[in-house]
């Protein structure tokens, strides 16, 4: 007799992190190497940021306040809702597994477009629910084919919008199909992290989507634009408190840290300076991802902080390609490479991998 795992979970892949930089470096004897391969932004958090961290640092003696407070008034006043609509959370990714325990169970299904956020298929499976995912179309979200997915057993709907991995997102048409495709008592669950890059007025805000539409929540973060991915904090809203109210019972007592939370209201108040740095990375967006397309890259249009390359069979090979270059890029065998959107100089060398790449294909 042993003890005895949940099939379900015996039989999940563990997660693979990525390559860290310092690792690479040693292994190339390079002074250092270049990480684009998981989202984050290349800049230090603000330095009003980093100084209300630096204050905050002195009462770690004690719990974290669990209702998060004053994060929660400060989002619930940001985005014009009362606080009963606004849940906080360890990372984004913590409310979609909180969001997935609260709504789903055995026998439920879980819709999302694939391929899609890594973390779906295995939240799903922890919750016990069963994921349904309808291939892309030109690496975008198909709303018909998804709409023509829903059945009586469909609880949960994720959109990522833009999509992770493929950059690309849904406008208004689009997501309208969605919103209207499912009924009352299916949850759509539109995954924001990388909204803050969004500068296309054709793609909806979720947060305006949701407006009328009580099954409809919003997942955001700070570990993107906000720069705070080392301090896990994200947040939910939706207008029918009930989903917060759920979300929140499956909250793992003070999972949000008093730095994370003193980091993420310190970070509001900073809301100007964090728009200038993502205009920034758009910038950079746009040069790279006009370069690779003069390389022959048939890149789709981003709406991120990264760019996705639909390379198929030469995903890996491509990602092992840059890594010999001191490159770290984040492929998904037999898809693609995603690859964050780094500073000038580190995208720079990024494209010269690429074009590398190019000429050793002839
Ligand atoms: C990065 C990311 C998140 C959020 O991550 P947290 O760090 O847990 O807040 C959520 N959804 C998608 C699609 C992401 O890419």
């Avoid at 208004?172 to 992290?193: F, H, W």
């Avoid at 939706?238 to 993420?264: H, M, N």
Wanted: proline share 7%.
């Amino acid at each position: 007799m042993s003890v005895r795992v949940r099939p379900a979970i015996a039989e999940l892949a563990a997660y693979q992190p990525g390559r860290s930089a310092a690792d690479l470096a040693r292994e190339l004897g390079m002074s250092q190497a270049i990480k684009l391969a998981s989202n984050e932004i290349a800049y230090p958090p603000l330095p009003s940021v980093v100084a209300a961290i630096a204050e905050a640092a002195c009462d770690v003696n004690r719990y974290p306040d669990n209702g998060a407070t004053d994060l929660t008034a400060a989002l619930a006043r940001r985005f014009d809702l009362p606080v009963e609509s606004v849940a906080i959370g360890c990372g984004s990714v913590s409310l979609c597994q909180q969001l997935l325990q609260s709504f789903t169970g055995p026998g439920d299904e879980v819709l999302v477009g694939w391929r899609s956020f890594e973390a779906y298929p295995l939240l799903v499976t922890v919750a016990g629910a069963t994921l349904v995912r309808v291939p892309l179309r030109e690496q975008t979200h198909d709303p018909e084919a998804m709409a023509a997915a829903i059945t009586d057993a469909t609880r949960v709907m994720f959109v990522c919008n833009p999509n992770n991995p493929t950059s690309t997102a849904l406008g208004s048409a689009g997501l309208k199909i969605l919103l209207d495709a499912v009924g009352p008592d299916t949850l759509i669950v539109i995954d924001e992290a990388y909204r803050e890059f969004v500068t296309d007025p054709d793609i909806p805000d979720g947060r305006e989507l949701m407006r009328g539409r009580p099954n409809v929540c919003v997942l955001r973060t700070f570990s993107k634009a906000y720069g705070l991915a080392g301090l896990r904090v994200g947040y939910l809203l939706a207008e029918d408190p009930v989903i917060a109210t759920a979300v929140r019972k499956t909250y793992v007592p003070f999972s949000v840290s008093t730095l994370a939370q003193v980091a993420a209201v310190a970070s509001l108040r900073a809301e100007d300076e964090m728009r200038e740095r993502c205009g920034a990375v758009v910038s950079e967006r746009e040069r790279v991802t006009a370069a690779l397309v003069d390389l022959g890259q048939p890149v789709p249009k981003s709406h991120a902080n990264f760019v996705w390359l639909p390379l198929g069979p030469d995903a890996l090979e491509f990602a092992g390609f840059c890594e010999a270059r001191g490159v770290i890029v984040r492929p998904f065998a037999g898809d693609g490479a995603r690859v964050t959107i780094g500073q000038p100089q580190e995208n720079d060398a990024f494209l010269s991998a690429v074009a590398d790449w190019d000429g050793s294909r002839g």
